[in-house]
């Protein structure tokens, strides 16, 4: 049985008007985040005419992204990060991301004035004091919009020592460690703490300040930190994680969580795993937004986008997501496997066995245990969307599908993957947001000046723990 191919505009619009016409959560806006990838988030698609890859590495090109994101009143976009180099995939594909995020969205918040700026940071490559230092700064340059990705990484160990990464288990305690002090060194002391007194000479009370003095298993820090608190009192947290273990992580610590799933089953799956595991830990549910990964490919009609879409699978470079895919399946070698029938069963690892990217795993392995995908549909499916849900077809159908799993309460919203650059995020921009507009479902305004706000999400108490 093979995953159900994007519904017809009748047969969507048919199933959207039987949805309820409100969640059963009450919050009735999604939100939405737009990654941001110089040469699109497909595999090849840089080579379509009329693709701006040649401005992919320049500022400017991201500095347009950005204002066209704040124009939509985008939620914020989203920079992710691989501290690596395939030297065999830069013949055939752009780097992910040339800058480093924290720098890259530093220079974008004087550009922008609104629109939420999160990026991906290590926390198996850094250290906790220079990254809260890093989004302190980050988050007063830019009044109050910075987002932290927490990264626990599965590759690039080789750019930081020869010492080999640890296991995931291990990964995750340390990661838990790491923003732990993170918070703690945010909460070392704040405006009230700065008395600037010119008649008594005080400048601050000495005594508001709070110790770090964390020793733990991984790091110790003495704090505390040279910057005064976030104006939202900490970045917004946000994880990707859907193994078990990154479940678990995300529960105690994220605000928001990236997430990838083929199907409304799937996606009603993890955010009802995920919601409970958020309350069994003490938490608000709802204080945590689940943020569903899409690829849409957009045409004014369906059948301008299934062409467009063809014309972006001739540009998939086989070789190249060969690669990729065998990259979250360890210990096996894809090149000796005939691409037109399905991995063998008993080449597949069990999934507790794989070490990194885990969740991603399970999706390639579910299509060929449970569905009989080739290997060229599932490096097909790498090529396009890294597993992530791909929408194809007109700006309505696009609006529809992203309503029925919202309307769902399988998400609270999504991370946009625009497939291709210009046109893909240009038609997602001026052609979707509108749609979902006037259907109540996404904002028309602002109604605030920081990432929490955006999200409705609380400025966290000083010393608070569990939000």
Known sequence: MRAPAAAGAQAISTRTSMMPSARPSGHDKMNIAVLVSGGGNQQGAW??????????????????????????????????????LDPKALGVNPV???FEPVVLTSYLAAFTSRVGLVSSVSTSFSEPYTVARQFASLDRVSGGRA???????????????????????????????????????????????????????????????????????????AGPLNIQRPPQGWPVLFQAGASPIGRGFAAETAEGVFTAQQTLE??????????????????????????????????ATEAEAKATERELGEFIDIKASLRKLNSYIPGVDLSGFDLDKPIPREALPDVSAVQGRQSRYKIFADLTLNDGWTLRELVKLTGRSDGHWTLTGSPEQIANQMAERFLADACDGYV???????????????????????????????EGTTLRSHLGLDIPERGARGI
């Open 47 to 84: 080579r379509r005419a009329g693709s701006n890859i040649e401005l992919a590495n320049t500022p400017g090109f991201y500095v347009a992204f950005a204002q066209a994101a704040e124009a939509a009143k985008i939620d914020a976009i989203f920079f992710a990060d691989i501290p690596s």
């Open 96 to 98: 992910l991301n040339a």
């Open 147 to 221: 987002g932290w990705n927490i990264v626990t990484s599965a590759t690039g160990e080789k750019n930081y020592g020869a010492t080999p990464l640890p296991d995931q288990d291990v990964r995750y305690a340390q990661a838990a460690e790491f923003v732990e002090i993170a918070k703690r060194l945010w909460d070392s002391w704040d405006q009230q703490t700065l008395k600037i007194d010119r008649a008594s000479g005080q400048f601050g009370d000495i005594a508001d300040i709070r110790p770090t003095d964390f020793h733990g298993k991984f790091f110790d820090v």
């Open 266 to 299: 799937d996606s009603l799956e993890f955010a009802r795993d995920m919601r409970a595991r958020v309350s069994a830990a003490g938490r608000d549910p709802r204080r945590v937004k689940l943020l569903l990964g899409i690829t849409p490919i957009i045409g």
């Open 416 to 446: 946009v993957m625009p497939t291709y650059h210009p046109e893909g995020s240009g038609l997602f921009f001026s052609d979707v947001v509108p749609i979902l507009q006037q259907r109540g479902l996404f904002r028309t305004e602002y």
